[in-house]
């Protein structure tokens, strides 16, 4: 793709600067993350629910969702965010599920577009 844009190098008075076709730009919007909660057979329904009502602001309907997708699929998706609030929102979930002494686990995963 090519995009217009300034030569800003030259600061003689009067001239505007020539304008040039440059190609690639590297404007790229940074790489979003999943943060994926996992199954387990030991971590009760009613806390996953509580989990994603707390850290991830659903509601208790869409929480239920979330809860029952990841206990019939194996796995489900929390939610979408930038890299480091994805990976603040997975610590939450397994810190939160660790204290209470259940083996919810929640991890990462880059979106690709
Ligand atoms: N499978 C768990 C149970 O039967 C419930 C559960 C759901 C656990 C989702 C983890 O991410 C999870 N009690």
Redo the contacts with the bound molecule.
Sequence with gaps: MFRLSKDNNDTTSGDLGAVVLEKDPEIKEPPSYQVI?????????EF?VYVLQTVFGHNHQKSTEI??E??TKG??VCGIFSKEIAEMMSYEVNTMAKDHGHP??SEIEPLTD
Excluded: Q
């Design positions: 909660l996992l199954n387990d057979d030991y971590t009760p329904m996953v809860m029952m990841v206990h796995m489900g919810l686990l």
